[in-house]
């Protein structure tokens, strides 16, 4: 399985440094958010705010992954953001490729600039 971070905010609130977007095969997942603390790097998939059975406020994962398949992504992901975050460019290999423009392509060649999030739009607070 493949993924690729793409359009990366840095962001500094605690532990959260950035916000992203996830092109994991044909799909891409907008609102993922990537975390570091000490020497320790890692990403949460979007979540929203909603309510228990009693009433309190709880955070629930818009996207889930099987524990085994979420270690693989972990791996991979956090290479890219460790290159983004300490040389502000992506890692060499990249499963979506950067073409002329600001377009991302599926290896296939599919445009998924269209997809991603855009500034304004993406519930991101800046």
């Not at 891409?28 to 603390?37: D, E, L, P, Q, S």
């Not at 320790?40 to 629930?60: I, M, N, T, Y």
């Not at 890219?80 to 377009?103: C, E, H, I, V, W």
């Amino acid at each position: 399985m493949e993924i690729q971070v793409v359009n990366f905010k840095p962001y500094t609130s605690g532990a959260l440094c950035g916000f992203f977007d996830a092109v994991v095969g044909g799909l891409v997942v907008t609102g993922c958010k990537a975390f570091r603390k000490e020497d320790k790097l890692w990403f949460s998939w979007p979540a929203e705010k909603s309510q228990d059975k009693d009433g309190a406020d709880v955070w629930r994962d818009i996207v889930t992954a099987a524990d085994p398949v979420m270690r693989h992504l972990q791996g991979l992901v956090r290479g890219q953001l460790r290159a983004l975050l300490d040389n502000g460019k992506p890692a060499a290999s990249r499963p979506a490729r950067k073409f002329a423009g600001t377009a991302f392509r599926t290896p296939e060649g599919e445009d998924l600039g269209d997809y991603r999030s855009k500034p304004g739009n993406d519930g991101i607070p800046f």
